[in-house]
């Protein structure tokens, strides 16, 4: 069963760091692909970071960078979110995602909530 669990979000005054972890299992983890999205409040869904299956090239939006870093740990089945100075602006629901061929929309995680305080 392909699973995607997150963990690591909650409450951050502005200025802070969080960590965000995903934890894949029922697949190959290490040949893909991994993504961190985020939805804000009322909002839509946003691509945050990309990762390649072997992490030797990330890519983020512009709003992330500078401050966010993506990275993955195979030999842990998991991928990483390291967020920095972190505003308001960054409340959101964290969510991570593989593009997994035989999975129709690929794999998403429950999502982790992020809050971040003024």
């Known amino acids: 069963q392909v699973k995607l669990v997150e963990s690591g979000g909650g409450l951050v005054q502005a200025g802070g760091s969080l960590r965000l972890s995903c934890a894949a299992s029922?697949?190959?983890?290490?040949?893909?692909?991994a993504r961190w999205y985020r939805q804000p409040p009322g909002k839509e869904r946003e691509l945050v970071a990309t990762?390649?299956?072997?992490?030797?090239?990330?890519n983020y939006a512009d709003s992330m960078k500078g401050r966010f870093t993506i990275s993955r740990d195979n030999a842990k089945n998991t991928v990483y979110l390291q967020m920095n100075s972190l505003t308001p602006e960054d409340t959101a629901v964290y969510y991570c995602?593989?593009?997994?061929?035989?999975?129709?929309?690929?794999?998403w995680g429950q999502g982790t909530q992020v809050t971040v305080s003024s």
């Open positions: 995602h593989a593009l997994l061929p035989f999975v129709k929309g690929g794999a």
């Open positions: 029922g697949f190959t983890f290490s040949i893909y692909a």
């Open positions: 990762i390649t299956s072997t992490g030797d090239m990330t």
